[in-house]
């Protein structure tokens, strides 16, 4: 069974671009999550998608946005990019969305903003 | 207040010494979930374990093993016999059905094992 693959792996952009990542999940994962990964700041939760609708949402401005489709992928798109946005960021599948249900991750977009 | 608190930053150790990574967790549920996940630094979070709130029982996966305490809050990860391969940044996640099941990591511990 193939992992959650996310695309692409590496992004260049400059102050106030947009970017679109994408994130297929594992097949039969119904549930994808996003985080942000800084030296700084950790992990930090961006939002849930279930079924295609947003279940959950982390403490971000909303210049972060996601959308999940119908087949479970899922896109999550930053606007007017500020330098602060360079990070990694990281998509994680699930069965189901219960307590008990394993987060897989993918590898991972390495996001740079000039 | 953080959820998940991992107050080892760091931690350098020799090849084949063992080491303890800790882990506490803050929850007023009463079914949740633990877990613990390996990064190594091509980026990609690793699963490693998870644990139940029901069950205290201890685990042991060969070199690595986990202890559970309730009364404690916390869930510590023991690496045996370290090895070079075992360098990477481990992170210590809470699911909790109180907050709609979202995981909340920890600031997750460097571990360096020094050949």
């Known amino acids: 069974k193939a992992g959650v693959t996310q695309t692409p792996r590496y992004l260049i952009k400059t102050r106030g671009q947009q970017v679109t990542l994408s994130c297929s999940p594992i097949s039969g994962h119904r549930s994808v999550s996003w985080y942000q990964q800084t030296p700084g700041q950790g992990l930090q939760f961006l939002f849930e998608y279930f079924s295609e609708t947003q279940r959950n949402k982390g403490n971000f401005p909303g210049r972060f946005s996601g959308r999940q489709f119908s087949n479970s992928r899922s896109e999550m798109n930053v606007s007017t990019l500020e330098l602060g946005d360079s990070a990694l960021y990281l998509c994680a599948s699930r069965q189901e969305q219960g307590v008990q249900n394993i987060q897989y991750f993918g590898a991972g977009t390495r996001l740079s903003v000039l | 207040a953080q959820k998940v608190t991992q107050a080892q930053t760091e931690i350098s150790v020799v090849e084949k010494e063992d080491v303890t990574l800790d882990c506490v967790y803050e929850t007023r549920d009463t079914t949740y979930y633990l877990f613990w996940y390996k990064q190594p630094p091509s980026g990609e979070l690793v699963f490693l374990i998870r644990r139940n709130s029901f069950d205290e029982q201890n685990e042991i996966s060969g070199r690595y093993s986990w202890n559970f305490q309730k009364s404690t809050s916390s869930f510590n990860f023991t690496i045996t016999a370290s090895q070079v391969v075992d360098s990477a940044v481990y992170f210590c996640?809470?699911?909790?059905?109180?907050?709609?099941?979202?995981?909340?990591f920890g600031t997750g511990t460097s571990l360096t094992v020094i050949p």
């Open positions: 996640a809470l699911s909790e059905v109180l907050t709609g099941n979202q995981f909340y």
